[in-house]
């Protein structure tokens, strides 16, 4: 071994000696990159968001003007237009979200507790494989669905937005209670058979509780992809908008950053509320 | 467009923790699409002498070509043979220069100025609502026309404008011109319009198959529709409302809301509606016309009596031009008689160039489209930025400004 190996594995070896001796040292220098890339881009970007909200552009050259302001705020919440928005926003996505769980329950248990091992692999790759198509293209097939010429001819709307994003979503709530399901040990069930239990009960007090943290999981992920779009919207949403329409029209079409960067934080907030909900529930805890 | 991501389900491990599935979910970004165009005329300069631009230089000499040129244009401006092989004026250029063209179409004149505020294209082709805000954020640059020796040809009528100059300074070269349409479908829509109340009219028999255009700048239609019906407003200028004027064209629009099918801003999307019928009448432009035709829907557009909306569009040049020497070469290009003909014929418009009109397939499209005819473009109210200070010359009052249009238009669309 030459003398130039022997110290580059001294101090290889030193160096071990004294991550093993200091474990917040090695913990720290294990999280940094994570812990960076949320703090950094992650809540950096939402600080940053927050920020523009304060700002106003001038409105002719389009030239952002920083100076503090609440007046994106006030018209926020002055505006009726924007209440409406909202709330129809929240409804959508509330709709969406109970009708994919009243599809995503059914199909999961039968996936998880009823499929044989095999063709349970089948199933998980058959609610997998919509997701390797572009959205825009789902979107589309939709629109040609529904338009009043097509397969189903209902014409567009909120319900056919509704439709479209249950559509969309639907994996994202079919495998998180899938997974939850699947913890669940079979022996539960037979016991509470044994036990006299009919169907209904052993649901209501065997199978929910023990899913209802998955329940949650998928929840907030139909929830929130559903608060935050509006392409679904633009394509067969006829003539409504949603809050993401008024984000990317003041973008998009007024170049008004700092007030869309205020209407952007309106789902933030929603979203907000809502952890803190699910968190009173404590289905956070057992996630 | 936009790309979900895909969920990467983690199995549940056997000794494992719940956790699972849930997905990476790469919500990524969007993107608008679509093309489209707009603007329209006879209207006053906005802004004459209302501000100074930023002091840019224009180009002196120009240079070898740089090998390529980005391009924010409206659909149909900048053909490749893409959308059909027999219309491209896109390769013979790149033949011809050495400069390749990228091409992205945009579907607002608000999508365009945001685009080149990115500083990643070199030349645009904006209507009169977005060029004088291009020109005042200092995005563009004065364009040396001696530089675009086919200039000579353009028509007196074109050069000059407030919407292409400040202060006798030009900013651009015009390309064309043309009108916002009415479209119907000729199977449902009985007898055929020739006014816009069919998409006015609270009591149409097409309530619920009615299309309007997805942007503020629509305001304006509704503005020319209530100078033929209520004069008693005093609207001299479509850009130019005071409150009262600003009102009345927000409650039409509002209760237009009710027969509204839906808004379209991509042209794609409206060529679809009228093909499968679930659009009937609505405001267009000649180029959907033309490609609807194609696709053998039953349609037909005219110019309403009470005058419309329209376009007279200006190539201009990014001050942070990364290929200054390949844009000037297009913008030669665009406006040379062959060229200019070909997409005035594609897209629908009145060229710019005099020679333009001998080098049509149709001899007398020029004539269709009134190229020469300044009384029928004084119907037409070409697309402008509206700002406080009203363009219609009025001082007594203030007039609403385009950050008052958009959010007017988030209310009126609920």
Known sequence: MSAQAAEAAGFRRGLAAFLHRRPWVRLSLLLSAPLLWLGVAYLGALAALFVTAFWTTDTFTGELVRTFTWANFRDLLTGEVYRTITLRSVGVALAVTVIDLAIAFPVAFAMAKVASPRSRRWLVIAVLTPLWASYLVKAYAWRVMLSSGGLLGWGFGLTATVLTLAYLWLPYMILPIYAGLERLPDSLLEAAGDLGARAGRVFRTVVWPLAFPAVIAGSIFTFSLSLGDYIAVKIVGGKSQLIGNVVYDNIGAANNLPFAAAVATVPVVIMLVYLAAVRRTGALENL | ?414
């Open chain 2, 1 to 414: 467009m936009r790309s979900t991501g895909s969920p990467r389900a983690g199995q549940a491990g056997r000794a494992g923790r719940y956790v699972v599935a849930a997905a990476a979910l790469a919500l990524a970004a969007a993107c608008g699409s679509g093309g489209g165009t707009a603007s329209g005329g006879g209207a006053p300069a906005p802004g004459h002498g209302g501000f100074t631009p930023p002091k840019l230089e224009a180009l002196k000499s120009l240079g070898p070509g740089e090998g390529q040129v980005n391009l924010v244009a409206w659909a149909g401006y900048a053909e490749d043979g893409t959308n059909d092989p027999k219309v491209d004026w896109v390769t013979p250029f790149e033949k011809a220069t050495g400069c390749q063209v990228n091409t992205k179409v945009a579907g607002t004149s608000d999508e365009m100025v945001n685009l080149m505020k990115t500083g990643q294209y070199d030349a645009v082709s904006a209507s009169g609502d977005a060029s004088l805000r291009l020109i005042a954020s200092g995005t563009v640059a004065p364009v040396n026309t001696a530089l675009v020796p086919n200039y000579a040809d353009v028509f007196d009528g074109l050069k000059n404008k407030p919407w292409n100059s400040v202060n006798g300074v030009s900013y651009g070269v015009p390309h064309g011109r043309g009108a916002n349409l009415l479209m119907w479908r000729t199977d449902t829509v009985k007898p055929a319009p020739d006014s816009w109340s069919v998409v006015f009219d609270p009591n149409s028999p097409y309530k619920g198959k009615v299309t309007a255009y997805d942007s503020p700048i629509y305001i304006a239609d509704a503005a020319v529709y209530l100078m033929a019906t209520k004069p008693e407003l005093g609207i001299k200028n479509p850009y130019a409302l005071d409150d009262k004027q600003f009102q009345a064209a927000v409650d039409l629009l509002k209760q237009q809301k009710q027969i509204v099918g839906e808004y379209w801003s991509d042209y794609t999307k409206e060529i679809q509606a009228f093909k499968g019928g679930d659009s009937v009448v609505g405001t267009t432009w000649q180029v959907i016309v033309n490609v609807a035709q194609g696709e053998k829907a039953p349609v037909e557009a005219v110019l309403p009596k009470e005058g419309a909306t329209g376009w007279s569009d200006t190539w201009m040049v990014a001050a942070k031009a990364a290929h200054p020497n390949c844009a000037y070469r297009w913008l030669d290009w665009i406006i040379s008689p062959k060229a200019n003909a070909q997409v005035a014929e594609y897209f629908g418009e009145a060229p710019a160039n005099t020679k333009a009109c001998a080098q049509t397939a149709d001899p007398k499209h020029c004539d269709t489209y009134h190229a020469t005819d300044e009384a029928y473009y004084s119907k037409v109210f070409y697309w402008t930025t509206p700002i406080a200070q009203c363009l219609d010359g009025r001082t007594d009052v203030t007039c609403k400004d385009y950050s008052e249009w958009t959010r007017a238009w988030t209310e009126i669309k609920g």
